[in-house]
């Protein structure tokens, strides 16, 4: 079994930063592909990020590459979401999730979840 725990959530004003981290244990952290997916009230949830075992390959979607940074630490087993120039849409449930595969893009695809946290963005 995978856990994973989310911190990092808070209060931001547009135009401000965050930083998401996730702490993974259970299994052997660099066999997985890492994911951040997202989810603001009466919305899906949605895919943000991806990063590879290696860390050498990264996924954005369209709504945050250029703002949102994906990163990991396999010495720490830490998972990283570094948010730049926050907008109001921005809010919403944060969760990371860990599967097998880059390229996907579905919540399906991927095997556990944390708990989430929240992130508001104030204007």
């Known amino acids: 079994q995978v856990q994973l725990v989310e911190s990092g959530g808070g209060l931001a004003q547009a135009g401000g930063s965050l930083r998401l981290s996730c702490a993974a244990s259970?299994?052997?952290?660099?066999?997985?592909?890492m994911g951040w997916f997202r989810q603001a009230p009466g919305k899906e949830r949605e895919f943000v990020a991806a990063i590879s075992r290696s860390g050498s390959i990264r996924d954005y979607a369209g709504s945050v590459k250029g703002r949102f940074t994906i990163s990991r630490d396999n010495v720490k087993n830490l998972v990283y979401l570094q948010m730049n120039s926050l907008k109001l849409e921005d809010t919403g449930m944060y969760y990371c999730?860990?599967?097998?595969?880059?390229?996907?893009?579905?919540?399906?695809?991927?095997?556990?979840w944390g708990p989430g946290t929240q992130v508001t963005v104030s204007s």
């Open positions: 999730a860990v599967t097998t595969n880059m390229g996907r893009r579905q919540g399906s695809d991927y095997d556990y």
């Open positions: 259970g299994r052997t952290f660099s066999n997985y592909v």
